[in-house]
């Protein structure tokens, strides 16, 4: 599984960002996507997941840090191999690097035991 994350970029306090990471390869073997945020020197903390195989919820089942929820939504689009990360209104403590991840079988451990893909990360920084 090969993933592209796009979207970051400068934004004043307030202001909104939608960033995307786009799935190849092994799409079957998927079972959710996710996003993480890392700052300089710290660790990588969860942002928020969904599923990506459910065909019961065709909207996905979805999990986010307490930190953005309400101001964060992510979402799928299956047709597209592609998942949206909706940033609204941005703090500058959301001023990080961002990964998308994918839960895979197939992969190596990426984090808490889940085996899967990192993509590149994509700077987003939020100026007061």
């Known amino acids: 599984v090969q993933l592209q994350a796009s979207g970051g970029g400068l934004v004043q306090a307030g202001g909104s960002l939608e960033l995307s990471c786009a799935a190849s390869?092994?799409?079957?073997?998927?079972?959710?996507i996710g996003w993480y945020r890392q700052v300089p020197g710290g660790q990588r903390e969860f942002v928020a997941l969904i599923d990506w195989a459910s065909t019961t919820n065709s909207e996905g089942s979805t999990k986010y840090a307490d930190s953005v929820k309400g101001r964060f939504t992510i979402s799928r689009d299956n047709a597209k191999n592609t998942v949206y990360l909706q940033m609204n209104r941005l703090k500058p403590e959301d001023t990080a690097v961002y990964y998308c991840?994918?839960?895979?079988?197939?992969?190596?451990?990426?984090?808490?035991?889940?085996?899967?893909?990192w993509g590149q990360g994509t700077q987003v920084t939020v100026s007061s």
């Open positions: 991840v994918a839960d895979s079988a197939l992969g190596p451990v990426v984090y808490g035991g889940h085996r899967g893909y």
């Open positions: 390869g092994s799409i079957f073997s998927i079972d959710a």
